[in-house]
């Protein structure tokens, strides 16, 4: 009993290990190009050695010991992005030579040890920023990283910055400082760095805080060449906008705003402290802004210089008092480029409108522009935006392709437009275009049709997720084509886009393609057409692995994981590139005439063999057998087992061969069934053909009047006529007492006297009947090899049951005599009483 508790606890320990071992290993995802994906984790996992590539972003993982990442030689990148990593062996990283990229923002680290980096000589981009440390720490810590392009470091924890901090960075080109909280600040510090391409400075309270500081931040990284961009800024009275000049005396060119806030006073001050300054590129992403636009204040001021202004999801607080941009001529005459994105513009006045004198590029995509308002902006189609090369009307509520033709149609420059996610549904049978459209994007409208509307000058043509369920256009000029997420069941005929390049059609109802579909497109490169319905067929199969291994000018450029098949069933939502089709699939009807064709053979051949050892004999056999001995069942039911008695009606019943009748008739039946002068006369009649007569008239003498006739059964007198004949054989068998087998050579070779040895050998077996039930008489000497292997029940009989023999010399005169003796005293009824 104590082996009880013993093997729970292994059963118990056992299972629990293979937890241990699951929640490792099925949270990772690797592909073939080594790259790993993990979730779910604790701690760090254990990954193939030769991964490339491990992801543990947003995990809990807690501590990186010195052995978990050991293996992983030949790391690339490794991200654990928002976790919550508080403690790292300083020998955590030491083998991985090959790291470029190391993302350990959004973690629990406290303080930073330059141990961690030592050995990351490859390392390009390194990202700790989120993190709650107060300072870098004192050795620097980057200064054996020689190859780093990219930082981000900082958080709401760090306090302190100092010169030493970033010492060796010299070859950075992108940083980002999280300092939303800085408190000191060695002036200097960040000029180290030069020049850098892109600084990102998140300095939310510090504007309002101290704004020494912030100068002097922002004037160590102010360069021309430079683009700066400042997060989380919250600017609620001009005097926090006063570090912005640093951005002027820096002569900066790319400013951006990300997760701005301002102000009418605020954005004044703004104009003002950047006045002359040289800024190209104005930016502003997620900006609210609390004002009704009162910005004349700075119409002194000169931003000739602006090139492009863009604003995206922009949150105007009193957005219907911001009325007109008019006030704002000085700052918008200049720009060539304006984008408004998300930014709820329902309107700009045609009067506006005129202020873009130089404007060559309009995005006004998400807002909410309708006909009408679009009528307004476009000047009802009045040639106002003449040197207009790209309009992005995308993602408004314009309904009317027509109208939106009209209005374009003056805009003799124009070559993009993009009127994708608008819901026009109708396309009309012709619309006014300008000459120089080049590019049409209509995707995402709810098309049904496309028609000759569609310009002749089109080199791209955007048409994906809509309903189209044809294309049938003539494109001469047709370089890009996408029709991604339409209901197209075939491909288009390639004679209409004869210089067609680039071709998308995923996610349509595309079954198939052929080689001369794709032909007929004479200088396709590019084609996409993955996640379609494909008919997996005999031909296509093949096809499409040639196209997959790049035996075609033409590229499936999206990719082959994206082929499945839907049909036939037993291969849907199988990989196309992983199908194949096998010769019994392929070639069907040749399959099924070779399989029925090889049955048949085998079908004759079983026939032919079951012929040659008597097969169907045997199951005849068995079959009247069983009936019979149904039959024998019932009616010892019906009369009370008292069966004997009524059944029997013959003393034996005789199995010969036909043959043999001679010596049936003129020896046996005289013998056993006659008695004084009948059989005397039956003998006398045969006595003229017979040269064996003389001797049974003796044998008449013998058996004397005396002795009582026996009823024998023959076949040939005693049989029902019409009935079937075993049904016949196996009556005169079980009516009668005994069966008299004459066996000869004529006997072996009767197929019916088989079946009587054989039926009367069953019911010996089966005890219905009595031991010496079968009697034997020999005709003739029958050796063990003369007797064929099917009658093997003769042998064992012969060797079992004791047997007369015919003398055959009719002189033995004595012999015969004493075989009848013999053999009436077998057959007499008397014996049974014994
Ligand atoms: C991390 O732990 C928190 C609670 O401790 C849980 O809610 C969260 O689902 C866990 N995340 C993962 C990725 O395991
Ligand atoms: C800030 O704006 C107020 C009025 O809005 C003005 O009186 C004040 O002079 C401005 N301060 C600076 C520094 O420009
Ligand atoms: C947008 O800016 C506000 C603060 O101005 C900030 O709270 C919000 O998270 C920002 N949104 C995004 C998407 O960055
Ligand atoms: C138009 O704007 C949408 C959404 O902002 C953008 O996806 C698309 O690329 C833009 N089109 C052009 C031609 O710039
Ligand atoms: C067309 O517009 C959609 C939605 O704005 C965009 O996703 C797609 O990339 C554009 N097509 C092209 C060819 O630029
Ligand atoms: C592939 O392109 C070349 C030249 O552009 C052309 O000669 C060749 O016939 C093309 N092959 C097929 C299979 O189309």
């Known amino acids: 009993m104590p082996c009880v508790p013993v093997l729970a606890l292994l059963l118990v320990m056992h299972w629990s290990h293979i937890l241990a071992w699951d929640s490792l290993s099925p949270s990772c995802r690797c592909d073939e190009r080594m790259k790993c994906v993990c979730s779910g984790l604790s701690a760090v996992p254990s990954v193939p050695d030769q991964t490339k590539t491990l992801d543990l972003d947003f995990n809990n993982i807690t501590k990186i010991h010195r052995a978990d990442l050991r293996p992983l030689r030949r790391l690339e990148v490794l991200k654990i992005h928002a976790n919550r990593v508080c403690a790292m062996d300083p020998q955590a990283f030491s083998s991985l030579w090959s790291l470029r990229e190391l993302d350990l923002s959004q973690n629990l680290l406290t303080s930073l040890d330059h141990r961690w980096f030592n050995k990351l000589g490859a390392l390009e981009s390194l990202k700790i920023h989120g993190n709650p440390y107060k300072s870098l720490g004192s050795p620097p810590l980057f200064q054996t990283l020689f190859r780093l392009r990219s930082l981000s470091f900082g958080g709401e924890s760090l306090e302190e910055i100092h010169t030493s901090d970033l010492k060796g960075l010299g070859g950075l080109e992108q940083l980002r400082v999280d300092a939303n909280n800085l408190k000191r600040y060695d002036p200097g510090a960040l000029s180290q760095i030069w020049p850098l391409d892109h600084v990102t400075l998140s300095l939310r309270s510090l504007f309002l805080m101290d704004q020494t500081l912030v100068s002097a931040l922002i004037r160590d990284v102010s360069h021309p060449e430079t683009e700066v961009t400042l997060e989380n800024i919250y600017l609620k009275d001009n005097r926090s906008a006063l570090p912005l000049r640093e951005l002027a005396q820096g002569r900066?060119?790319?400013?951006?705003?990300?997760?701005?806030?301002?102000?009418?006073?605020?954005?004044?001050?703004?104009?003002?402290?950047?006045?002359?300054a040289p800024i190209d590129t104005f930016t502003l992403n997620n900006v609210t802004l609390s004002g009704v636009g009162?910005?004349?204040?700075?119409?002194?001021?000169?931003?000739?210089?602006?090139?492009?202004f863009f604003i995206r999801d922009a949150q105007i607080l009193n957005n219907f008092d911001f009325t007109s941009f008019l006030p704002l001529r000085f700052l918008l005459t200049y720009p060539r480029k304006i984008s408004v994105i998300n930014t709820k513009v329902f309107v700009m006045p045609c009067l506006t409108s005129m202020i873009f004198k130089n404007l060559e590029y309009l995005d006004m995509s998400e807002n909410l522009l309708t006909d009408p308002t679009l009528r307004q902006t476009l000047c009802e189609g009045m040639c106002v935006l003449s040197n207009l090369r790209v309009l992005n009307i995308s993602a408004n509520t314009i309904k009317s392709l027509s109208l939106v033709s009209r209005l374009v149609s003056s805009l003799s420059k124009?070559?993009?437009l993009d009127v994708s996610r608008n819901s026009f549904g109708l396309m009309p049978p012709t619309?006014?275009?300008?000459?120089?459209?080049?590019?049409?994007?209509?995707?995402?409208?709810?098309?049904?049709?496309?028609?000759?509307?569609?310009?002749?000058?089109?080199?791209?043509?955007?048409?994906?997720?809509?309903n189209l369920d044809q294309l049938y256009l003539v494109l001469p000029a047709l370089?890009?084509?996408?029709?991604?997420?339409?209901?197209?069941?075939?491909?288009?005929?390639?004679?209409?886009?004869?210089?067609?390049?680039?071709?998308?059609?995923?996610?349509?109802?595309?079954?198939?393609?052929?080689?001369?579909?794709?032909?007929?497109?004479?200088?396709?490169?590019?084609?996409?057409?993955g996640r379609n319905k494909f008919i997996c067929s005999c031909h296509f199969v093949p096809f499409f692995h040639s196209l997959a291994n790049d035996e075609t000018n033409v590229t499936l450029s999206d990719g082959i994981d994206n082929y499945f098949c839907d049909s036939p069933l037993h291969l849907q939502g199988k990989l196309l590139s992983s199908v194949h089709r096998s010769f019994t699939e392929c070639h069907h009807v040749m399959f099924v005439s070779i399989c029925c064709g090889l049955i048949l053979i085998f079908v004759t051949f079983l026939g032919v063999i079951l012929w040659?050892?008597?097969?169907?004999?045997?199951?005849?056999?068995?079959?009247?057998?069983l009936k019979a001995k149904k039959r024998r069942k019932w009616r010892k039911e019906r009369e009370n087992g008292d069966t004997e008695g009524l059944l029997?009606?013959?003393?034996?019943?005789?199995?010969?061969?036909?043959?043999?009748?001679a010596w049936v008739d003129n020896y046996l039946l005289p013998e056993l069934e006659q008695t004084g002068s009948s059989a005397e006369s039956n003998t006398a009649s045969v006595l003229d053909s017979s040269p064996e007569s003389e001797p049974e008239l003796r044998a008449e003498a013998r058996s004397g009047p005396g002795l009582e006739p026996l009823r024998l059964c023959l076949h040939r007198r005693d049989f029902l006529p019409g009935r079937f004949i075993m049904d016949n054989i196996v009556t005169a068998i079980e009516s009668s007492r005994r069966t008299l087998f004459i066996l000869s050579q004529n006997f072996v070779k009767s197929d019916w006297c088989k079946y009587e040895l054989d039926f009367t050998h069953f019911q010996l077996l089966e005890g219905n009947c009595r031991e010496d039930a079968a009697i034997l008489v020999l005709l003739e000497p029958l050796s063990h090899d003369e007797i064929p292997k099917r009658f093997c029940r003769l042998q064992s009989l012969l060797s079992s049951t004791t047997y007369l023999q015919w003398p055959q010399d009719p002189d033995q005169r004595e012999q015969r005599d004493h075989f009848w003796t013999s053999l009436r005293q077998a057959l007499s009824p008397d014996r049974d009483l014994d």
């Open 612 to 625: 040659r050892v008597h097969a169907f004999w045997y199951l005849k056999m068995t079959f009247v057998w």
């Open 431 to 466: 619309c006014p275009w300008p000459q120089s459209l080049r590019f049409l994007n209509i995707s995402r409208t709810k098309l049904t049709s496309a028609t000759t509307c569609l310009p002749l000058t089109l080199q791209v043509l955007d048409l994906s997720y809509n």
């Open 252 to 276: 900066v060119r790319h400013v951006a705003f990300n997760n701005f806030f301002l102000t009418d006073e605020t954005m004044v001050k703004l104009l003002e402290v950047t006045d002359g």
């Open 294 to 308: 009162r910005w004349e204040k700075a119409k002194w001021t000169d931003h000739k210089s602006l090139n492009e």
């Open 479 to 529: 370089r890009e084509l996408h029709l991604t997420g339409n209901k197209l069941l075939t491909l288009p005929p390639g004679w209409l886009f004869p210089n067609l390049q680039t071709f998308t059609l995923q996610l349509n109802t595309l079954n198939i393609f052929s080689p001369s579909d794709l032909q007929s497109f004479p200088r396709l490169q590019n084609f996409q057409a």
């Open 648 to 661: 029997v009606s013959f003393d034996a019943f005789v199995s010969y061969s036909e043959r043999d009748s």
């Open 414 to 416: 124009l070559s993009h």
